[in-house]
C-alpha cells in the first residue's frame, strides 16, 4: 500500500485563489520531505526541500512567497500555492524521506501528485 | 555540475520483448541510485536502489545494474507486458552537499501488442 499519501490528487480553481496540497507518511517517519514541480513529458523540478520543525530551503527561482510550505510534525508537510495564476498549473508531487530503526536503511517514496489547473 | 542522462528519450516494443534502459551519471561522490516506474498522472514508484557496492539488483522482471567505476547503470526488462507502459526515471543521490537527488529526464516506454 502506498507510505505517502498526497491529496488532493486533482484541484480546479480560479486564478487569485490559494491551494493548499497535504503530503502525509503513513508509517515512517519522515525527517525530510521534498516538494517537486513536472509538466508533461519532463522530468520532476525540485521546488524545496524542507526538514522537520525548520524553514523550507527553496531552489533558485522558486518564489518562496509563493509557495508556502510548512513541515509541522514527521509526518506532515503542506504545500500551499498561493493567489494562483493559470501559469502554476502543473503537477505537484512530494517525497518523503526516512530511516528505518538503526538508520541502516533509507526510505524515500513518493506521494501520487496533485494535478493543479488554474483557470 | 552533477548531471544524469538518459537513454533513449523514448521507447516502442512490442509485448513480450526485453529492453535495456540506460542512466549515465556525474554526481560525485555517490551514494545510491535509484530506478522509478512514473504512470501518466501518478507518482514514482521505487523499482531498486542500489549503493556503490551492489552492481545488480533484481525486483520480479526488473533487474537494474551499476557500474560504479564507470558511472553507468541499466534498466532491463524482461517479457514486457502491457502495464510496463510508463516513464521509467533513474535518480542519484550524491553524499555530499546536503544529499541532493538528481533526476533523470527519464525513457518514455510504451508497449505495443
Known amino acids: 500500500g502506498a507510505v505517502v499519501s498526497q491529496h488532493p490528487s486533482r484541484v480546479i480553481c480560479k486564478s487569485g485563489t490559494s491551494v493548499k496540497i497535504e503530503c502525509r507518511s503513513l508509517?515512517?517517519?519522515?525527517?525530510?520531505m521534498f516538494w517537486y514541480r513536472q509538466f508533461p513529458k519532463q522530468s520532476l523540478m525540485l521546488m524545496a526541500t524542507?526538514?522537520?520543525?525548520?524553514?523550507?530551503?527553496?531552489e533558485q527561482g522558486v518564489e518562496k512567497d509563493k509557495f508556502l510550505i510548512n513541515h509541522a510534525s514527521l509526518t506532515l508537510s503542506t504545500l500551499t500555492v498561493t493567489s494562483a495564476h493559470p501559469e502554476d498549473s502543473s503537477f505537484y508531487i512530494c517525497?518523503?524521506?526516512?530511516?528505518?530503526?538503526?538508520?541502516?536503511?533509507?526510505?524515500?517514496?513518493f506521494g501520487s501528485g496533485t494535478q493543479l489547473s488554474v483557470l | 555540475k552533477n548531471q544524469v542522462e538518459q537513454s533513449p528519450q523514448s521507447l516502442i516494443i512490442l509485448e513480450g520483448k526485453n529492453c535495456t534502459l540506460q542512466c549515465n551519471y556525474t554526481v560525485s561522490p555517490f551514494s545510491n541510485l535509484r530506478w522509478y516506474k512514473q504512470d501518466t498522472g501518478r507518482g514514482p514508484v521505487s523499482l531498486t536502489i542500489?549503493?556503490?557496492?551492489?552492481n545488480t539488483k533484481s525486483n520480479g522482471r526488473y533487474t537494474a545494474t551499476l557500474d560504479a567505476d564507470t558511472k553507468q547503470s541499466s534498466l532491463h526488462i524482461t517479457a514486457s507486458q502491457l502495464s510496463d507502459s510508463a516513464s521509467y526515471i533513474c535518480?542519484?543521490?550524491?553524499?555530499?552537499?546536503?544529499?541532493?537527488?538528481?533526476f533523470g529526464t527519464g525513457t518514455q516506454l510504451k508497449v505495443e501488442l
Open positions: 508509517d515512517f517517519q519522515a525527517t525530510t
Open positions: 542500489m549503493t556503490f557496492s551492489e
Open positions: 535518480v542519484v543521490r550524491g553524499s555530499g552537499g546536503g544529499n541532493k537527488l538528481t
Open positions: 517525497s518523503a524521506r526516512g530511516w528505518s530503526e538503526g538508520r541502516t536503511n533509507e526510505k524515500l517514496f
Open positions: 524542507s526538514n522537520e520543525g525548520s524553514k523550507a530551503t527553496y
